[in-house]
């Protein structure tokens, strides 16, 4: 008898008692208690001029690091509270507090930098050599580096400070916004009713055409009922971020996303080059389903819908069993975590009422752990899912043993682990279908992402990059909003669909988020590193398993066209590699072209 696992996560490990936690308590007191020592010893504090001061100085360096992982630590638990019950006031409440105690630790890595910054660049060099600092030498470069252009320290203070009701202030009422709204549906089943946001999504990919297009308009109209709270949010949450960037005198918008992301503007615009260059292959995929479909043409609610009215039901544990065993033929370290995972109840799986909506995976930096949010309702995209987080978590594994600034990696190679793991998966579904049309169903999956990365986050890419230089000139009005966004969708689609998406800058939470500017194009840049990655891991085979963990142990500590040079020998900037990645990706097209080909 197949043994029954445990779909709940347990995070008594970390802090026991849930919202009510004295531990937890008695962790964010003593928290902001020493915070605020640290605080007055760095005002105390002066930049080291010789290298005997810089090497008492230096144990600045590792109270940020220690603070760094504090806040992480009670941010991830936190976080996990708010995700598995989306009622709990008292998460909510905890939720405001670690905020709070961000944006104190955040001025204080304002003034440590400025410390860095002014310390002589003879002393500055000789104090990298120290042992305890030759494996962050990158991250100690990089913030100080950072510090030379920005405003003073106490100017970067006041804009930490002011932040937390101003700017993050916008992103929470955008939060408010979705959490309040419900939108009137009526089923042609299950009759009238009224929907979360994230209840009538999960329509939008029904198999029943009238259904989906019934939830389009319903949606659509929900939305619209919205534009100005959306536009006022992101209208203002814009303005913030130029305000800012014109008082640091920084004339690129993407300066900032591309300095977060370890990145050149170079390599980014090869990247859209090479996918531009490939979509007339993806859109002959579109005009297919569509034939499928028996639709002249898709219209957007249909990109995603699935091919079968039937899909095949897994169970978690089938899942889990899938997952591992795949792992292994790849590395078998890699499956032994995973197992270590499941077994250790690191994921909070279980469908059931009162969830947020989505997955993540989180860190507990001090208790070296991850944890992982799913909802688990026994589709194979679930099983993807799980690969996919579970990759994250893999990642952070390997670099558990790091000092905690090496292991601050951005987003954009933060999706290389996650979607190498979720490929090796996908592939072993499509390998093992027991029948043509399962192996088309799971072809078509593979694809399916291929133009969510190409297509849809082309859009949102473009749809930013205009809107930011509109917002410039001044506020910009909701209806123009959705004109910028249907000619964003247009051009990424190649004008392959017969309706679009208007509202999309209302409905994409990702407009909304604070902490990462332009939360877009990071994610189609780690799908095509790791899929490059995955090319050359097929390649080499079992071998590439120990020039894998060490490329993500390298992640928080070089550019990523420094990373790709010293782990694969490629040069971002230049094409070959972008063609290699999207040639896999072409490749299934290619395929499924030809199985559907009458």
Known sequence: MEKVLNQTWDLDVVFKGGSESESLDRFLVDLESDLQGYWQHLKKTSAPQTIDEALNWKENIHKIQDFSKRIVEAGAYIGCLNAQDVKDQHAKTLNGTIQTLGAQFESCSTLLDNQMDNIPQAVWEELLKDDELKNIQFPLNESRDKAKEKLSAEQEQLVNALSIDGYHGWGELYDTIVGNM????????????????????????????????????????????????????????????????????????????????????????????????????????????????GLEKLSWFDVEAPLESASTKVTYEESCEFIIDHFKKFNPQMAEFAAHAIENRWIEAEDRFGKRPGGFCTSFPIAEESRIFMTFSGTPDNTSTLAHELGHAYHQHVMNDLPNMAQHYAMNVAETASTFA???????????????????????????????????????????????????????TSDRLDEIMLEAQKEAYCDALDTYHPAFWQSKLHFYITDVPFYNF????????????????????????KKYDALLRDTGSMTVEDLAKKHLDVDLTQPDFWRSAIGYCVKDAREFLSLTEK
């Not at 100005?228 to 005198?249: E, K, T, V, W």
């Not at 840049?525 to 079992?542: D, M, N, R």
């Open 182 to 293: 419900s939108i009137p549906f009526t089923h042609p089943e299950k009759g009238e009713s009224n929907l979360s946001v994230g209840q009538l999504d999960n329509l939008l990919t029904d198999s029943d055409r009238n259904v989906r297009k019934s939830a389009f308009a319903a949606w659509e109209t929900a939305w619209h009922n919205q534009s100005d709270f959306c536009s006022s949010a992101l209208n203002h949450l814009s303005g913030f971020r130029l305000n800012l960037y014109q008082q640091r005198s920084w004339d690129k918008v993407l300066k900032e996303p591309l300095a977060y992301n370890r990145m050149t503007d170079e390599t980014l615009a090869v990247m859209w080059d090479v996918i531009t260059s490939c979509k007339p292959t993806f859109v002959k995929f579109l005009e297919r389903k569509a034939e499928l479909l």
């Open 422 to 476: 979720e490929m090796i998966v996908s592939d072993a579904a499509k390998s093992s279908a027991a029948t043509t049309e399962e192996h088309l169903a799971f072809l078509e999956d593979k694809v399916q992402r291929s133009i969510a990365f190409f297509m849809n986050i082309h859009a949102r890419f473009l749809f930013e990059t205009r809107f930011y230089e509109e917002r410039k000139k001044g506020l910009v």
């Open 522 to 545: 990071p994610y189609t840049f780690g799908y095509l590193f790791s899929t490059g990655i995955y090319v050359k891991a097929l390649e080499e085979g079992p071998s590439f398993a």
